[in-house]
């Protein structure tokens, strides 16, 4: 054990501790998910009464929805490199609290392209969630753990999304339009001040026991090395394994664009929804993803169990479980019962979730603790060119010829993606005994 190491553990004996604080710090971080997917998912809720009130039109919302998009497809290796050079704590404290500031300005808002410029700010600063969800799996846990603690902190991504309907609803009705982002926006500059109080690295927090410590850098991994922005970009783009993942993110993320900006649309013009409808039954999708997301990484354990598979074939065959799970939105453009319309929707956020989860455990498995944001950022990117493409595609055609036709893409699209995983992610090779 090097002398740094026990100066490190020497100081974390002579302070008060908590038990497993790793989990602890996941439950901090994965909060501060669920405040940035409520303030982002807002608009969707607010979508049909934004556009009698502002004059919107389908378009225009495709617009606003594509300004988020394009920026958070833009900014996501820029934030992940950003935590890798300057730290997680700083680095996503700067961009939650421009994230909040930015929500409470959308009250302000009076037409589609004030809402589009804001929605771009936004989209930016919230762009640090998926790199910095890769940095603290990380920076907190050994590897074993890391496909469980994966699962759980996907269950940010979508209790947000969840929790967005109800929390929207009522703000609304209590406040109004301009009221609900004032609240959401608040809300996220709370989590701001909870997390400048209370996350610290592990080598640096005042309430992380000795026998913690060992146990998170058990691997002896490598110390991060920081590199430029460019250079850490050439770097990831040079590795056939970052193609692995990214493809497949591609492939997955417009459904997750879809539930999380056009199903309250989809329910309202298509099954004939008025926005109390949409909140009593828009959230089941998101609970269904956060089963999905919780499910993940104890799915992989049971492929290495019961198959013997590798840690990383694990993780690939859950990913591949849930690919077959997304078939289910293609059988959306088959009924016109609203119910059976949200079960087969949630089958999908279910599946979607999986995937999402287990191609961040693969970026943690499969590259240094260094480059992890980079590389979780870059991924993101891939996955939401393909959200942002698709918005427009939805924008320019719905109207015209309705959502089945992209439902149906959707069912298909993670199929093709899995081909990728398994051709470049998964090893040829048996576990250990």
């Not at 603690?149 to 269950?155: D, E, K, N, Q, R």
């Not at 913690?212 to 394994?241: C, H, M, T, W």
């Not at 289910?328 to 999986?354: E, N």
Request: glycine share 10%; charged share 10%; with cysteine.
């Amino acid at each position: 054990m090097n002398r740094s190491l026990e100066r490190q553990i020497s100081a974390a004996g002579s302070k008060r501790t908590f038990p497993n604080l790793r989990w602890w710090v996941l439950i901090l971080f994965l909060t501060g998910v669920t405040v940035n997917y409520i303030t982002r998912n807002s608009l969707a809720i607010l979508a049909p009464e934004l556009k009698t009130s502002l004059g919107i039109t389908t378009e225009h919302y495709s617009w606003i929805v594509g300004a988020f998009q394009l920026a958070y497809t833009l900014f996501q290796p820029v934030c992940g490199w950003l935590i890798d050079v300057i730290g997680l704590k700083i680095g996503f404290l700067i961009c939650a609290t421009v994230w909040a500031l930015t929500c409470l300005l959308h009250a302000g808002a009076g037409g589609w392209l004030q809402l589009a410029i804001l929605r771009f700010v936004m989209g930016g600063a919230e762009a640090a969630a998926t790199p910095a969800n890769a940095k603290v799996l990380g920076e907190w846990f050994p590897k074993k753990e890391r496909p469980i603690a994966a699962g759980w902190a996907g269950v940010g991504f979508s209790i947000g999304a969840m929790l967005a309907p109800p929390i929207i609803y009522f703000a609304h009705a209590a406040f109004g339009w301009q009221g609900a982002f004032l609240f959401t926006g608040f809300l996220a500059m709370a989590w701001v001040g909870l997390w400048a109080l209370f996350y610290h690295n592990p080598a640096d927090h005042p309430n992380l026991s000795a026998k913690e410590l060992a146990l998170i850098q058990q691997d002896n991994e490598p110390p991060a090395v920081k590199q430029s922005l460019f250079r850490a970009l050439r770097s990831v783009g040079k590795n056939k394994r970052f193609y692995g993942i990214a493809i497949p993110a591609f492939m997955a993320e417009p459904a997750w664009g879809v539930l999380s900006f056009w199903v309250p649309l989809y329910l309202a013009n298509d099954l004939g929804m008025d926005l109390k409808q949409i909140a009593l039954f828009a959230w089941l999708p998101f609970l269904a993803a956060d089963l999905g997301s919780i499910a993940s990484g104890y799915l992989t354990r049971l492929y290495t169990r019961l198959f013997g598979f590798t840690q990383v074939n694990g993780v690939v065959a859950s990913s591949v479980t849930g690919a077959f799970l997304m078939v289910s939105l293609a059988l959306v453009a088959v009924t016109k019962d609203p119910y059976i319309a949200i079960a087969l929707i949630s089958v999908g956020g279910f599946g979607h979730q999986i995937i999402s989860c287990m191609l961040s455990a693969l970026v943690v498995e499969k590259f240094d603790k260094g480059e992890m944001a980079t590389v979780n950022g870059m991924r993101g990117s891939c996955a939401w060119i393909a959200s942002f493409l698709f918005s427009l595609l939805i924008g320019l055609t719905a109207d015209k010829i309705g959502f089945n036709p992209l439902f149906i893409a959707m069912g298909f699209f993670d199929l093709i993606g899995a081909l990728f995983l398994i051709a470049f992610i998964a090893e040829r090779r048996a576990a250990r005994a």
